[in-house]
T-cell receptor, first 112, second 111 residues
Framework: DTGVSQDPRHKITKRGQNVTFRCDPI?????LYWYRQTLGQGPEFLTY????????KSRLLSDRFSAERPKGSFSTLEIQRTEQGDSAMYLC??????????FGPGTRLTVL | KQEVTQIPAALSVPEGENLVLNCSFT??????LQWFRQDPGKGLTSLLL?????REQTSGRLNASLDKSSGRSTLYIAASQPGDSATYLC??????????FGSGTQLTVLP
């Protein structure tokens, strides 16, 4: 158990709806990352927070995606106007110091 | 743009065999390299982290090596067990420590 939790674990939504995912790292994790993983592929980097500051965003993160980390603790990832291509596993990872990233169990999104 | 390749994509071995998983990357300007294990439908479990200045790391039956100049890493698993069956992912760390992953090697250890 890495101590990183994600909620919900599964989400089924209809195309065009908005969805929001939450990630809770452990308190020592000053760095927080979001990744997206589709079937049979490795995770792809989406965005990175150092404390509450969002320092890097991938080009994969279109304007329908927004992420926040208020107060440098938990983080949320919102997808607006979902599309079927957004169906994937969304993974959150926390880290500090030694650069090891500790992943949560992920949120599996299905867009119908 | 960094690209990470893992070969083979799938591997099936009998229990007790020693095995090597391969990972290659195109840009040698990396900060670190990390090996993960992923069980079906689950998140990732970190196995080993190698900093760019290091050549190898060991943990139990696992040994990972890094050759930055040639853009290669290997994960050696000794005396494989059925419980080792999983997908193994290699990832290289960039300037913000964001990870670029390969597509993984799906390992099956037969009892």
């Amino acid at each position: 158990d890495t101590g990183v939790s994600q909620d919900p674990r599964h989400k089924i939504t209809k195309r065009g709806q908005n969805v929001t995912f939450r990630c809770d790292p452990i308190s020592e994790h000053n760095r927080l990352y979001w990744y997206r993983q589709t079937l049979g592929q490795g995770p792809e980097f989406l965005t990175y927070f150092q404390n509450e500051a969002q320092l890097e965003k991938s080009r994969l993160l279109s304007d329908r995606f927004s992420a926040e980390r208020p107060k440098g603790s938990f983080s949320t990832l919102e997808i607006q106007r979902t599309e079927q291509g957004d169906s994937a596993m969304y993974l959150c990872a926390g880290g500090q110091g030694t650069d090891t990233q500790y992943f949560g169990p992920g949120t599996r999104l299905t867009v119908l | 743009k960094q690209e990470v390749t893992q070969i083979p994509a799938a591997l099936s071995v009998p229990e007790g065999e020693n095995l090597v998983l391969n990972c290659s990357f195109t840009d040698s300007a990396i900060y670190n390299l990390q090996w993960f294990r992923q069980d079906p439908g689950k998140g990732l479990t970190s196995l080993l982290l190698i900093q760019s200045s290091q050549r190898e790391q060991t943990s139990g039956r696992l040994n990972a090596s890094l050759d930055k100049s040639s853009g290669r890493s290997t994960l050696y698993i000794a005396a494989s067990q059925p419980g080792d069956s999983a997908t193994y992912l290699c990832a290289v760390g960039g300037s913000a420590r964001q990870l670029t992953f390969g597509s993984g090697t799906q390992l099956t250890v037969l009892p």
